[in-house]
């Protein structure tokens, strides 16, 4: 399950969902903690006033260091809550701070915090074969075999996507191996 939630991370910051940051209001975590949040029982969208409200509350209560909020995200914050209560803890505010703050000392939030370093460092960044060595780290860091990075370079290698970020080549490669096989 952990490397789910790891996984689930990187898919988040590889298709473009930003942090989410808003002004704080007046919260008193003693009378909210013990709450259930709305995304325990529903399946949200980023922008739902509900959410957002539950976000509001984990950042103010949980005191997060911007990394953090990559984290905050309905389907990853989903994941964790899921995972605590099949370990027998209720759906609150304060399970999922909890959880927040477990998972910060393990070593799956240490790749995830290295491969958003990675990620930033490559997302602005244009594909040149001279530099391979600068952005493979992170397709490893994906699940990237040995042939998938050879198979990868070798579609980089097309002067037509010299113009791109490796992350927009990334998108359009995998188009293509979803094209090869079939899926959608």
Known sequence: MKKYIFYTLLISILFGVKGISFGQNKI?????????????KHQVVQTDSL???DIEILKHCGDYAEVDSMILKGSVLSAFLHT???????AT?????????????????RQFVESLQLYRNLENRK?????????QPFFVMMGFTQNDIDDFKQFIANPAYH???YIAVYNLYMKELNKATGSK
Request: aromatic content about 16%.
């Open 127 to 135: 594909v040149n074969l001279a530099e391979w060595d600068l952005a």
């Open 28 to 40: 008193d975590c003693n009378q909210v903690l013990d709450q259930e949040p709305y995304f325990a």
């Open 93 to 109: 505010y304060r399970t999922m701070i909890d959880f927040m703050h477990e998972f910060k000392t393990t070593q799956d939030y």
């Open 163 to 165: 113009n791109l970020t």
């Open 51 to 53: 959410f957002l409200r």
């Open 84 to 90: 605590a209560m099949d370990e027998g803890k209720p």
